[in-house]
């Protein structure tokens, strides 16, 4: 079989048509009730006990952390209150030694220093007094809770939340594997290690990314009805929607505020249908899943994120490398490579290790539409240290490339029409646009990943053409930040037990007396060492 017939029958076998796709809808919503009922389930169905999405006026000076894969990321959020805001934020690679540490408090250790360098930095003079207020006042803490951060924590793995602050951890998700931390409180794991070293922070809010991103999304851009999703196609994927209370079934354990009768619900879809009732299933996803520390485990994630398709394309190349049939990145002689050379891949080229192929790739070879694909082949030589790539080698990496980004497209596209679907707003009677904020490298990067959603959606019974049309699927960068500002705002009204006017009375105060000078757009990252933490009442 030639290189281009074999490439066709693998495009082929990553195919997922639409009557693939509205199979996958239906079941994804059974599941999606199922997880309502009880737990144990494929979908989770986290209940978050954050019960509502913000307005755009909320206001006051909150810290964020996140824990989502890669990066470790501290953030302080002056939010505004006229739906912008302004950030100053710190990134760090969180050491691959600590993903997989042996005792969790190694990691959350790591966590709380990134968190005093980050007031060091850029919080010096607020720090500097509450060391100094430490040594002096009398009261057991050695401070007043008004001089605290209240800070939320984004930590993206599957955690049953039991409170706004309180969630014992699942299972790792995305190379993360520390089982010592297994079923222990986060949050306090956190806070244990922040109070180690004296830091003026305390951990208000565990909010997952996908939560921070529909809280964001509501925050900058309110419309009546707030964002039905948040969602993340980064590293990993999951989304967040808002679930009437009555739909809840399964029992809730902490307090929480029922007057809005809605509840935010993280889904935890990465595990949809874990047991392949409809996800495709070729021998590379199989091999893939094989090779991760939790196999059978995230299904729908191994086939939709960033973390595995780069992986994936390896597998597939590497297969198809050794088919003796057909010749890819391998010439006869120089004749029959249109760059007058032979191919030679270097023996410690990425292209042999496991994982070595970082997603971005995909992208780089979906977005080549040079006649010869110049781009992608300079950028396979650079790197997968590949030299002299033919013209049909890159064509057949670009074609299989394409169908595994594809694939993951209409995938993404199963998760969002469902929840659309089941938010009940395309039969509301009115034309208004429906809102999904979105976040992560693969919407943000792969070249048309979007377009390719929009392309299913239209194809999804119930959404249609017109369906589509009304889902306005937007960019929420920062929702890790902003929108776990937002909830660890929410959680501090909750704890002064005050009504929520009353305390946004007192950010106004604040934010008056911290004065405009601030007031640039969002995501304009300023530092805002005047301003006071949190709420004060002083
Ligand atoms: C985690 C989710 C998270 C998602 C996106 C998944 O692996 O299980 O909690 O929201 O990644 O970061």
């Known amino acids: ?21 509205n199979k996958s809808v239906k079941e994804f919503l059974r599941q999606m009730d199922e997880g309502l009922e009880k737990d144990g389930t494929s979908l989770s169905q986290i209940p978050t006990y954050v019960t509502g999405v913000p307005k755009g006026t909320e206001k006051g000076l909150y810290m964020a952390v996140d824990l989502g894969g890669t990066n470790f990321r501290v953030c302080s959020v002056k939010l505004n209150g006229d739906t912008t805001f302004n950030i100053t934020s710190d990134k760090v690679a969180v050491p691959k030694e600590l993903m997989r540490a042996k005792k969790a408090e190694e990691l959350f250790a790591f966590l709380a ?31 007043r809770d008004e001089h605290v951060f209240h800070m939320g924590f984004t930590f993206s793995f599957p955690v049953q939340q039991v409170g706004i602050n309180k969630g014992t951890l699942i299972r790792w998700t995305k190379g993360f594997d520390i089982p010592d931390a297994i079923g222990k409180d986060v949050c306090a794991l956190l806070q244990t290690e922040i109070d180690k070293l004296h830091l003026p922070v305390k951990v208000a809010a565990l909010v997952n990314d996908t939560v921070g991103t529909l809280m964001a999304y509501s925050y900058t851009s309110p419309g009546s009805h707030g964002a039905v999703l948040g969602a993340i196609f980064g590293t990993g994927t999951n989304g967040a929607y808002v679930e009437k209370l009555s739909n809840l079934k399964k029992p809730l354990v902490g307090e929480y505020d029922t007057s809005t009768g809605d509840m935010v619900i993280n889904i935890e879809w990465g595990s949809f ?41 390896r597998l ?63 950028t396979l030589q650079e790197n997968l240290q590949i030299s002299a790539p033919a013209y049909e080698d890159a064509q057949a990496f670009k074609a299989i490339a394409g169908a595994i980004g594809r694939r993951a497209a209409r995938l993404a596209a199963v998760a969002i029409g469902a929840v659309v679907l089941k938010s009940g707003r395309l039969s509301d009677g009115t034309n208004d646009p429906i809102d999904v904020g979105v976040d992560g490298s693969l919407v943000e ?13 239209r194809v999804i019974d119930g959404i249609g053409e017109e369906g589509a049309k009304r889902i306005r699927i937007g960019l929420a960068q920062d929702g890790s930040g902003v929108g776990a500002a937002l909830i660890a705002l929410v959680a501090r009204t909750m704890e002064k037990n005050a009504p929520t006017d009353e305390v946004l009375g007192e950010l106004r ?30």
């Open 1 to 21: 079989m030639s290189l281009l017939a074999e490439t066709e029958s693998i495009v082929k076998q990553f195919e997922f048509t639409d009557n693939d796709v």
């Open 113 to 143: 220093l990134q968190i005093k360098k980050f007031l060091e930095k850029h919080h010096g003079d607020h720090f500097e007094a509450h060391i100094r207020r430490r040594m002096t006042v009398s009261s057991p803490d050695g401070y």
């Open 273 to 313: 249908d874990n047991q392949l009732n409809v996800l495709p299933n070729t021998p590379w996803d199989e091999a893939l899943d094989k090779e991760t520390p939790n196999p059978g485990i995230q299904m729908y994630e191994k086939r939709v994120s960033g973390m595995f398709l780069g992986e994936l394309l």
């Open 316 to 378: 597939v190349i590497i297969d198809l490398m050794k088919n003796p049939n057909v010749s890819l990145f391998r010439d006869e002689n120089s004749s029959t490579n249109d760059r007058r050379s032979t191919t030679d891949i270097a023996e410690t080229s990425d292209l042999y290790k496991p994982w070595g192929i970082d997603t971005s790739i995909l992208s780089h070879a979906a977005g080549d539409h040079t006649p010869k694909l110049s781009v992608l082949r300079d």
């Open 445 to 457: 990067n792969y070249p048309y990943f979007e377009d390719m959603i929009y392309e299913a959606l």
């Open 509 to 538: 105060t604040e934010a008056k007396a911290a004065g405009s000078k601030d007031t640039a757009a969002a995501t304009t990252a300023v530092s805002d060492e005047s301003d006071k933490p949190g709420v004060t009442s002083a």
